[in-house]
Each structure stands twice: as structure tokens, then as C-alpha cells.
């Protein structure tokens, strides 16, 4: 039996004692899948410490620099996973990144590299912010490599290819349900 575990916003305030306190034990048996924020900006989410929640100022991952190298030398051991968590994660208007947010493709693209070359590993996996995706949002992650959107395989979900705009629902707010995204995810 395979399954995932998922755990997102993983970003620049987050500190390897927050990650060894959770995961310790767990990650010397096979690794966690991150989902981690590039530059995460500082707004209303209770992810962020409260003296910084809603400044909307931004903190690019690479300035936490005890958490940059333990992460580097974890991923590389196969402790851990990194996958893409948007991009700032948060927007201004409060919808979520990936279903309004602007310059998606850009995003997903710049966003990869930079995890890439910060973490020195390979991004495979993306994660949208509130588990919710558009449409420009999924065409963003088809054009940009085809990044594949949750593709863990779990048992009974098996690897289902590039996303298409066909294999989601539709939602009321002009985006996509992530219900089918949430199943491949397999969290516990
Ligand atoms: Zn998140």
C-alpha cells in the first residue's frame, strides 16, 4: 500500500525545529512531501507570525538561511519532497492565487527555478494556494513544462498525466473544484 503525506506552506517562517518537531520520526521512514511558498507574502493567513500578518510585505525563502540548509541536506538524504505551493500564496484581494492572481505562468515558472536552484532539487509536483485552481491557473502549469499538478501515486489513483481542464469540476466562483487534485494528493 503507498500513500502521501502533504504538508503545505512551508515557507520563510518556517524553522527546521518546526519540521523536526512534526516529522522526526516519520520522514527516517520514507520521505514528506512539502508544499512550499517561494516568496511568501505576509497577509491575513495564520501561517504567518503575527507581528508580520497583514504588512503584505515580501519574504523570499532564501532569506531563512538555517532553513535552507537543512532542507537541502533533508531532500537530498530523501527525507523530504519539495513541490511548488503558488507563488506569494497570498494575494490582495484575498481569492485565491491561482484562480485570479496575475502573471500566472511567469509565476509557476519563475517560481520552480527558484526552489529549484535554492533547494538543488528537482520540483515535479505543484500544490495551489487553498487548494484551489482556475483556468489560467491550470493552463500556467500545462505551458510551463508541464509541471504535473499532485501526481503521488496512490493506490487506487494511479498516474493520471498531465492535467487537463477536463478531469475537474466546475465550481461557482469561476474556478475549478481541486476535489480531483485533493484525491491524488492522498493526504492522511
Ligand atoms: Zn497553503
Redesign the pocket.
Known sequence: MYFCIRD??TSFFTSPEDLERSYGKIKSVGPVSL?IIPFCLAGSSKAVPEKFRNRWTIHPLDQNRSLVSYLRLEIAAGRFEAML?GYY?ETRSLKPEFVSGDDLMSKVRDGRKYLEDVLETRIAVFVP??NRIGRRGLSAIESADRTSVERQVCEGAGDLGPPTLGRYGRDSNDGLTTAGLEFLGCSI
Open positions: 503545505d506552506d508544499a505551493h500564496h494556494p487553498h
